[in-house]
C-alpha cells in the first residue's frame, strides 16, 4: 500500500523543485505548515497584473508536498491567478475523490491520485498551492 502512496514518478519529482529560496521585496508571501507531519512551505510572489512574474519557495516537506511543490514551481511563472486557483481547487476535489480536468500547464498533479486513499497527507500535498494562493490575494 505504501508503495501506491510513494510511486516512482511522485518520488522522482521531489528531485525537481524550482525556484527555490526567497525573492527580495515580494508582491506577496504567505506561509503554511501541515500540523500532522511538520512540512512547512514559504511562497514569495512579484506579480504583473494578474500573471506571476516571479516565484521563489522555501520548502520543508515530505515527499508529497515537495511533488506537488516541484509540479507548482515548474509551471508557476506565467500563470495566472486564476488558473492557480483552479489548480489548486482540482487538486482538493481529487483528493476528496471527485474526477477533475487541471488546468493545462498543471496536469502533472494527477500523479498524486493515489494520497486520496490518505486522508492524513491531503494536507501537506496541498501546502504549495495554499501558500501561493495567499501569498497571491496578499499581492493584490
Not at 508503495?3 to 506577496?28: C, F, N
Not at 511538520?38 to 506571476?52: A, L, P, Y
Not at 498524486?112 to 501558500?131: G, I, M, N, W
Amino acid at each position: 500500500m505504501i508503495d501506491e502512496l510513494y510511486s516512482r514518478e511522485i518520488l522522482k519529482r521531489t528531485t525537481q523543485l524550482m525556484h527555490v529560496g526567497r525573492l527580495e521585496a515580494p508582491d506577496g508571501t504567505a506561509e503554511r505548515t501541515s500540523k500532522l507531519c511538520g512540512s512547512h512551505i514559504v511562497v514569495d510572489v512579484k506579480m504583473n497584473g494578474d500573471v506571476v512574474a516571479e516565484f521563489a519557495h522555501d520548502v520543508e516537506a515530505c515527499a508529497l508536498g515537495q511533488a506537488s511543490a516541484a509540479i507548482l514551481s515548474q509551471h508557476v511563472i506565467g500563470a495566472t491567478a486564476a488558473e492557480i486557483t483552479a489548480a489548486r481547487d482540482a487538486l482538493k476535489a481529487m483528493l476528496k475523490g471527485d474526477e477533475v480536468t487541471f488546468p493545462e500547464r498543471f496536469a502533472d498533479l494527477a500523479i498524486l491520485k493515489s494520497v486520496r486513499d490518505f486522508p492524513a497527507r491531503h494536507t501537506s500535498t496541498q501546502l504549495a498551492f495554499e501558500a501561493t494562493v495567499a501569498a497571491i490575494e496578499k499581492a493584490a
